[in-house]
């Protein structure tokens, strides 16, 4: 089981992602894409948005044993679809592919609910909700197991801590 944590832009995905880690001691990933444009800087292609996702799967399985029986992402090929068809207008096979590879991946889903916090990789402050609609709605249609965190500070760690066991459970119960 992967536990991603996914949402729109500047919603505490990354702060959440490293928290859990910590907190049940878990091996996580946090987002290849970010890690790379912040060193290479942020102008990006379609080419370029593609090699990232490969390289994101590649990254995830260096930090996240894929033989562990549990793992946190800091977002996986959803992001990849979404951010292909936002800014492109479609996404690439291998994307889609991409995501539907990914049957093991149970959500904690960001609710925008956290001020805007501009740097230079974040692109779309006046459509974060329009955004974690569009990641609601593919975690629906890919029937995919999910809980929705919300809140500030320390009670979003909290909130997610609760949703990461109660995500635990219900793999556990389905095992």
Not at 21 to 39: D, I, S, V
Not at 65 to 73: E, K, R, T
Request: proline content about 6%; charged content about 25%.
């Amino acid at each position: 089981m992967r536990i991603v944590i996914t949402g729109a832009e500047s919603s505490g995905k990354s702060t959440i992602a490293e928290h859990l880690g910590r907190q049940f001691n878990l091996p996580y990933a946090l987002e290849y894409a970010r890690c790379y444009l912040e060193e290479n800087g942020p102008d990006y292609d379609l080419e370029l948005l593609i090699r990232l996702s490969g390289l994101h799967l590649d990254y995830q399985q260096t930090e996240v044993d894929p033989v562990a029986p549990m793992g946190i992402f800091d977002t996986d090929m959803i992001n990849y679809k979404i951010w292909a068809e936002e800014v492109f207008g479609y996404c690439p096979g291998q994307i889609i592919e991409g995501v539907e590879k990914e049957s093991s991946h149970v959500y904690l889903l960001c609710m925008p609910d956290l001020p805007w916090e501009p740097d230079l990789l974040r692109e779309n402050p006046d459509d974060r909700e329009m955004l974690y609609q569009r990641h609601l709605s593919e975690i629906k249609r890919l029937n995919r197991p999910y809980a929705i965190v919300e809140g500030v500070g320390l009670q979003r760690l909290a909130n997610a801590e609760v949703a990461v066991e109660c995500l635990m459970a219900v793999q556990a119960g389905k095992a």
